[in-house]
């Protein structure tokens, strides 16, 4: 068991919930809200879409120990990026 994987994914999933639930969007980094016109779809699509995803991932690898674990993850961090980017061009952007 790496401790050190289970507290990011804890650290992701709180993430996930402050952006998806509480609408906290100024823990998003990297994004001009002039452009965003819904931040509450903006919180929803990314901490649904990527940290919870990621952060369920992250916490599963903590338990189970195999051979290339670091690439599945960066593999899946980026597919997960890329359809989180591709959702909030095509339903936010004005």
Known sequence: M????????????LVSYLVAVKKQTWLLAGFNEKNKKNKSLLGKITGGS?????GFLVVIHSFIDYPYEATVLIVAMLVLLTVTYVLINRRLLD
């Open 2 to 13: 790496d401790y050190g994987f289970l507290i990011i994914g804890i650290a992701l999933l």
């Open 50 to 54: 990527f940290f919870l995803p990621l």
